[in-house]
C-alpha cells in the first residue's frame, strides 16, 4: 500500500495522549486501519521515535470519532491502545481520560453543534457499547480549553469537562462479577474480578507483601511480582470469559489499599504490564465501584445506598469519583458514575504514515499475516485506478485530495460533502479531507480554489450560492464559468421556511400579521449575502409586501444555531440543513418555498398554498475542479461521484435530510450553472437585491 498523509488533532486528553481521528480519515479496511494506528503511533520500538508515541502505554492511545448511527447519541468513539515496541492494537478496553478530548475534537470537526455556555453529548463508546454523557465548557458556542479546575498528574489548569458514565457496568463481559463471584481465589490469592467501565482484575497490597504505597517504579522494577501479576491476570481473563488474554490489555490489574479514611481507597493501576503514573478513568470508576458495593476485596467500611463522593488515591494524588449506588447488600447496584477531567488540543496537521508500515517483517511475525492482510492490501491498490480511466489518467490519484466546503463545519452543506468524501476516498483508494473555508458567501473558497494547481488534488463543493446567486449580486474575483471545470451534479435541496418554535406563529398568515404589526421586532437568519437563504427571504418579503431586517452569517450552521436560540426569529435554510432541527422541534416549519409539499413533511403547505406566490428557491450542490484539470481526470472523477451517488446508504443519508440525489456528466453540470447565472440575475434586478 502507498504511504498516508492523514488530518490528525494531537491532544493531551485527562493523562494521557495521542492522535484523534474522524473515522473517514482512515483506511475502512480495519486490517489496514489497525497497520496505520501502528505506524502513526511509531509502535515498533520501545521509544516510538518512529511516531507520535512517547513510549509509553499513556502515550500510546488512539481515538477515532464519528457521527452515531446510535439511537440517542450523537457521537461514536472508538478507542485503540497501541503497543510499545510491538505491533498490536487492542480495541476491547475503553479508555476514559482520552474520551475527554471527544467532544473538543468533534465541536472543532463540526460533528456536532455547541449550545451557549455548556454543551452535553450523549457519545457511544464502540468498544464497551456503553454511554457516556459528556459536558464541555463553550461559551459563546465555542469550546474552551482554558479554565481553572486541576487534575493530579497534569501541569497547569483547564477547563473542566465532566464525564458521566451511565451503563458501563458489564459492557464488555456482560455482568458486573463475570465470574459469577464478588471474590475469586486463584493461586492462594484473593481477587475481584469485575466489569465497571473497564474489566478490572483487584488484588489486596497485603496478600502480595505491599503496603500499596509503592511508587511505580519500584513496582516495575520488581520482577517477580510483574511475573506473578501477569499470571493471575491471564486466570481471572479465563475466569471473566475473555479467553486467552496473554496478548491483550485487559483485564487491567490493580493493587488496592487503604486509603486515608472511610471515603477513599488507594490504588495501584497497572497497564497491564507496567504501574501506571497516575490512574486510568475507567480504572478509577472499576475501583470506586468495588468500593462502593459489598462483598469484594477492596469493599470500604462505609456501605449506603444513594450518591456518594469516593476518592482514587494514585501515585499522583487523586481523582474524585460520584458513585450513585441503589439499593444494599447483595442486591447492590451501581446506577452511574461521574468525574472531572480536562484536555488540550496540543497539534492540528497532517500525519505522514510511511508505505512500509502496512507489510510486516517475517522474522519474529504471524504468519498468517500475509494470508489476512494481502488480500485487503490488494484490495485498496485495485480501488485506486478505476479500471474504465483513460491511459493518462490512471496515475491518478497517488496523494490525498483536498474538497474545499464553502461554508463552515457543521452545516448542510458540510454534512453533504463529508458523507460524500467518505465514500468517494475509498473508491479512489486515496485520503480525501474536508478544507472548510467560510466567509464572503463562499466567495474566498471559490478564490482559492479557483487559483489552484489543476492537478485534481484541489476539488471544490461548490453550490447555488457559489455559482450562481453570489456572482449575479457583486463583482467577484473569480468567474463561475471560466475559472472552473464542472465535475458532476450532486443533487437538490428544496428551501424551507422556518421559525423559532417559541415564537406564537403557527403558519405564513399569522407570520404575516405579526411582521405588519411589528416589523421593528423580527429578523430573519441567512448564511451571508448572496445566498439561497437571503435571496428567498428578500423575495418573499417583496412578494409578501412586509418588512424583515436580515442578519448575515458566514454559513448555514451559525445562522441555524442563532435561530435556534432565538437570536433571529426566521430563516430559509435548504430542507437538508433544516430538517434535524425540524424533526427535533428545535425550529417549526411553516413553508416549502418549491413547486411541492414535500415527502419528508407532508402536512407543511408550499408558500404558493399559502398565499405567497412567486418564491420557489431550490438549492443544488455539486463538484467543480480549477480550470485546466485534465479531462481525463475530470472523466475519472465524475465517473467515481456518480458510482458513490448511487451507493444505497449515500442516498439514503441525503434524502434523510431532505434532499434529491440527482447525477450529471460534466457537461450537464455546466450548463445548468449557466442557465442558473442567467435566472438570478434576471431575478437580481427585478427584486432589486444588493450585497449590502
Given at each position: ?203 489486596r497490597a497485603a496478600d502480595l507483601?505491599?503496603?500499596?504505597r509503592e511508587s511505580p517504579a ?25 479467553g486467552d488474554v496473554s496478548t ?445
Open positions: 500500500m502507498q504511504a498516508l498523509t492523514i488530518p490528525c488533532f494531537l491532544m493531551r486528553a485527562g493523562t494521557s495522549r495521542g492522535p484523534f481521528f474522524l473515522r473517514e480519515w482512515l483506511p475502512e479496511n480495519e486490517d489496514l486501519r489497525d497497520q496505520a494506528l501502528i505506524g502513526a503511533i511509531g509502535a515498533s520500538d520501545l521509544l516510538q521515535v518512529d511516531g507520535v508515541g512517547g513510549g509509553s502505554s499513556l502515550t500510546s492511545k488512539v481515538a477515532i470519532v464519528s457521527r452515531s448511527r446510535e439511537p440517542g447519541c450523537a457521537l461514536d468513539y472508538l478507542f485503540a491502545q497501541v503497543g510499545v515496541g510491538q505491533r498490536s492494537v487492542d480495541t476491547r478496553p475503553n479508555c476514559g481520560n482520552m474520551l475527554a478530548g471527544v467532544v473538543p475534537f468533534a465541536l472543532e470537526q463540526g460533528l456536532i453543534e455547541a449550545d451557549e455556555g455548556e454543551t452535553t453529548v450523549r457519545v457511544f463508546n464502540v468498544n464497551t457499547r456503553s454511554r457516556i454523557d459528556v459536558t464541555v465548557q463553550t461559551p459563546q458556542r465555542r469550546i474552551r480549553y482554558e479554565g481553572l479546575t486541576s487534575i493530579d498528574g497534569v501541569a497547569g489548569t483547564a477547563a473542566p469537562i465532566k464525564l458521566e458514565f451511565l451503563d458501563a457496568w458489564g459492557a464488555v463481559t456482560g455482568a458486573v462479577f463475570p465470574s459469577g463471584r464478588r471474590i475469586d481465589r486463584i493461586d492462594g490469592i484473593e481477587m475481584t474480578c469485575i466489569d465497571a467501565a473497564m474489566p478490572l482484575m483487584l488484588v507483601g505491599l503496603s500499596g519500584e513496582l516495575d522494577a520488581d520482577l517477580p511480582l510483574l511475573e506473578r501479576l501477569e499470571a493471575l491476570r491471564r486466570a481471572a481473563g479465563e475466569l471473566m470469559g475473555l491483550s490489555v485487559i483485564p487491567k490489574p490493580v493493587i488496592v489499599s487503604p486509603g486515608d479514611d472511610e471515603h477513599s481507597i488507594r490504588s495501584r493501576y497497572f497497564t497491564p504490564r507496567r504501574c501506571h503514573a497516575s490512574h486510568a478513568v475507567t480504572g478509577a470508576i472499576g475501583v470506586a465501584a468495588a468500593f462502593a458495593l459489598p462483598g469484594t476485596v477492596a469493599s470500604g467500611a462505609l456501605q449506603r445506598s444513594g450518591s456518594r463522593g469516593i476518592a482514587v488515591l494514585h501515585p499522583q494524588g487523586r481523582i474524585e469519583v460520584e458513585v450513585e449506588l441503589a439499593g444494599s447488600g447483595e442486591l447492590a447496584q451501581i446506577q452511574r458514575a461521574a468525574l472531572l477531567r480536562t484536555a488540550r488540543k496540543i497539534l492540528q496537521g497532517q500525519l505522514h504514515i510511511p508505505d512500509y508500515v502496512f507489510s510486516r517483517p517475517t522474522q519474529g511475525d504471524d504468519p498468517m499475516f500475509k494470508q489476512a492482510i494481502a488480500p485487503a492490501l490488494k484490495a485498496v491498490t485495485l480501488a485506486a485506478t478505476l479500471a474504465t480511466a483513460a491511459p493518462a489518467a490512471q496515475a491518478y490519484p497517488d496523494k490525498t485530495i483536498t474538497i474545499v466546503v464553502p461554508t463552515a463545519a457543521g452545516g448542510g452543506n458540510d454534512a453533504m460533502a463529508r458523507s460524500i468524501a467518505q465514500k468517494l476516498g475509498t473508491l479512489l483508494g486515496q485520503t480525501i479531507i474536508i478544507d472548510n473555508r467560510a466567509g464572503a458567501t463562499g466567495s474566498i473558497a471559490s478564490e482559492y480554489v479557483a487559483r489552484a494547481t489543476p492537478d485534481g488534488y484541489t476539488l471544490f463543493f461548490g453550490y447555488i450560492a457559489t455559482h450562481g446567486m453570489n456572482p449575479v449580486l457583486q463583482k467577484l474575483r473569480y468567474d463561475p464559468v471560466a475559472d472552473f471545470e464542472p465535475i458532476g451534479l450532486v443533487g437538490y435541496s428544496p428551501t424551507l421556511l422556518v421559525a423559532n418554535p417559541k415564537l406564537p406563529i403557527k403558519d405564513v398568515k399569522e407570520m404575516l400579521a405579526q411582521l405588519k404589526a411589528k416589523p421593528e421586532a423580527y429578523f430573519y437568519a441567512s448564511a451571508g449575502n448572496g445566498t439561497a437563504p437571503h435571496f428567498a427571504a428578500e423575495l418573499f418579503k417583496l412578494n409578501a409586501g412586509v418588512s424583515m431586517a436580515g442578519v448575515p452569517y458566514k454559513g448555514s450552521a451559525p445562522a441555524v444555531t442563532d435561530t435556534v436560540a432565538g437570536q433571529t426569529q426566521f430563516m430559509f435554510p435548504s430542507v437538508f440543513t433544516a430538517y434535524p432541527h425540524v424533526k427535533s422541534g428545535k425550529l417549526r416549519a411553516l413553508a416549502v418555498a418549491g413547486p411541492k409539499r414535500l415527502a419528508a413533511l407532508p402536512d407543511v403547505p408550499t408558500l404558493k398554498e399559502s398565499g405567497i406566490d412567486g418564491v420557489e428557491v431550490q438549492q443544488w450542490y455539486g463538484f467543480f475542479a480549477p480550470a485546466k484539470t485534465p479531462r481525463p481526470i475530470i472523466e475519472q472523477l465524475n465517473k467515481a461521484l456518480n458510482q458513490v451517488l448511487a451507493d444505497k446508504d449515500t442516498i439514503k443519508r441525503i434524502e434523510d435530510h431532505g434532499a434529491d440525489v440527482e447525477t450529471s456528466t460534466p457537461e450537464q453540470f455546466g450548463a445548468l450553472v449557466k442557465s442558473e447565472l442567467a435566472k438570478w440575475k434576471r431575478v437580481v434586478v427585478q427584486a432589486k437585491l444588493s450585497a449590502d
